[in-house]
C-alpha cells in the first residue's frame, strides 16, 4: 500500500479551478460580524503571504477557532498553513473540523481533507471525501478525479476507469497541466486493466511532461512490454526496457507489478 500511495503522491496536485475566490481569501462558508474575528482573518490573510509566518498565520486561525468554535473557515485555514508546514497529522484535525461544521458546503475542504489524508497514507478517508464531493459536487470533475486516483489503491481499477472518463468530460477544455495530469492516470489505470494497448496512446499523450517521472516509466515501460511479447516484437521490447531503465526507484515498483516484467534486471 505505502509504495502505491508514495508513487501516485509524484503527479498528486490540488487544482482548485472552481475555487479561486475562496482560496484567494474572498469567500467565507461560516459568516460572522464579529468585528474582532474579521479583523483577525485579515491579519491571518495578510501574513499567509509570506512564507516565514505561516506559524503566525496559523495561531492566527486558532485565535479565531478560541473566540467562535463555528467558525469553520478558520478551522479550514489553520489547517492548509499547518499543511504548508508539513505538519500533516495536525493539518487533517482542523480540516476534518472544518469539513463538519460546514455541511457539506464546502468543496475545498474536503479536497483538502482528502489529499492530506492520501499524504498520511489514509486512503480510505480520502476515498470517503472524493467520493461525498461527487455526491455533493456532481458538475464538479475533481471529486471524480480523486476517485480515479484512489482506485489503484483500493483495488477497484474498472470502478476508476469510469470516474476518469467522467473528469475528463466535466473539466471540458483542459489545460496542459490538467490534461497531463489526467492523461498519465488514465494510463496507469488502463495498464492495471491489462489495456496495454489504449494505455500506451494515453502515456503518448504526457510522455513530454512526465518523461522522468517513475510513475510514468514504470507503467509505460509495463504497456510497452506486454505489447511487444504479443507481437513478437523485439523493437518493440528494447524500447519497452528503454524505458524500464529511466525509472529511477526500481525498488518502489509496486509487488504486483514486479512481476509482470518478464526480463532479467
Request: net charge positive.
Amino acid at each position: 500500500m505505502k509504495k502505491e500511495v508514495f508513487l501516485l503522491l509524484t503527479f498528486l496536485t490540488c487544482n482548485f479551478i472552481f475555487s479561486q475566490n475562496y482560496m484567494a481569501g474572498q469567500k467565507r462558508y461560516c459568516e460572522t460580524n464579529d468585528a474582532k474575528i474579521l479583523e483577525l482573518y485579515d491579519l491571518g490573510f495578510r501574513t499567509l503571504q509570506y512564507k516565514k509566518y505561516q506559524n503566525v498565520s496559523t495561531r492566527i486561525f486558532l485565535d479565531i477557532v478560541k473566540k467562535d468554535s463555528t467558525q469553520c473557515d478558520a478551522y479550514f485555514w489553520a489547517g492548509y498553513t499547518l499543511r504548508l508546514q508539513n505538519k500533516y497529522d495536525l493539518a487533517i484535525g482542523c480540516y476534518y473540523m472544518a469539513d463538519s461544521l460546514a455541511n457539506n458546503k464546502s468543496i475545498e475542504f474536503k479536497q483538502n481533507l482528502a489529499m492530506t489524508s492520501l499524504m498520511l497514507g489514509k486512503v480510505d478517508l480520502a476515498r470517503k471525501k472524493y467520493s461525498e464531493m461527487i455526491t455533493f459536487f456532481p458538475d464538479n470533475p475533481e471529486g471524480y478525479y480523486g476517485f480515479a486516483l484512489t482506485a489503484p489503491m483500493i483495488g477497484d481499477v474498472d470502478k476508476g476507469l469510469e470516474n476518469i472518463k467522467i473528469s475528463i468530460e466535466k473539466y471540458g477544455k483542459r489545460d496542459s497541466e490538467i490534461k497531463n495530469q489526467t492523461e498519465l492516470l488514465y494510463g496507469i489505470l488502463l495498464t492495471l486493466n491489462k489495456n496495454y494497448t489504449e494505455a500506451v496512446l494515453h502515456f503518448e499523450e504526457c510522455a513530454s511532461k512526465f518523461k522522468n517521472d517513475d510513475n510514468f516509466n514504470i507503467h509505460y515501460s509495463l504497456s510497452l512490454i506486454k505489447i511487444a511479447e504479443q507481437n513478437n516484437d523485439e523493437d518493440g521490447k528494447k524500447k519497452g526496457l528503454k524505458v524500464y531503465n529511466k525509472i529511477k526507484n526500481k525498488e518502489e515498483i509496486p509487488k504486483a507489478l514486479k512481476g509482470e516484467f518478464n526480463f532479467k534486471t
